[in-house]
C-alpha cells in the first residue's frame, strides 16, 4: 500500500514561485511512476507532470511547459513540483499520486491508482 502526503501549497500573489513536495511510503512506493495533478471546483483532474523512478524519464503538460518542473530525489522518496511565474489561472487544488502499474508516462488520472489528499494553491492578482 502506498500512502503520499504533499505539501507546499499556498497563497501567493501572480509571478511568484511555489515548491509543491510529495513524500510517499510503502516499500513499493520507487516501482511506478508518480505524477501531479490538479483540480478546481466543477472541472476534471488536470494533468500536469509525471515522473519515473528508473532513468528520470519526465512528461510535463503542454500547457506547463516552460514554468513547472518536476524533479525527485530517491534516498527521501520525494517528488517536487516547482512552479514559476504562477497565474491566477493556477489556483487549485494540486495532488500527487501514484501509478497504477510500470514506469510508463500516461498523462490521465485513469492511470493513477493513489492519491495524496491534496494541498491548496490560491495566486493572488
Known amino acids: 500500500q502506498v500512502q503520499l502526503v504533499e505539501s507546499g501549497g499556498g497563497l501567493v500573489q501572480a509571478g511568484a514561485s511555489l515548491k509543491l513536495s510529495c513524500v510517499g511510503s510503502g516499500r513499493t512506493f520507487q516501482r511506478n511512476t508518480v505524477g501531479w495533478f490538479r483540480q478546481t471546483p466543477g472541472k476534471e483532474r488536470e494533468f500536469v507532470a509525471s515522473i519515473t523512478w528508473l532513468y528520470d524519464r519526465k512528461l510535463i503538460a503542454d500547457p506547463f511547459k516552460g514554468r513547472f518542473s518536476i524533479s525527485r530525489d530517491n534516498a527521501k522518496n520525494t517528488v517536487w513540483l516547482q512552479m514559476t511565474g504562477l497565474k491566477p489561472e493556477d489556483t487549485a487544488v494540486y495532488y500527487c499520486?501514484?501509478?497504477?502499474?510500470?514506469?510508463?508516462?500516461?498523462?490521465?488520472?485513469?492511470?493513477?491508482?493513489?492519491w495524496g489528499q491534496g494541498t491548496q494553491v490560491t495566486v493572488a492578482s
Open positions: 499520486a501514484y501509478q497504477t502499474s510500470g514506469q510508463d508516462l500516461y498523462p490521465s488520472p485513469a492511470y493513477f491508482g493513489s
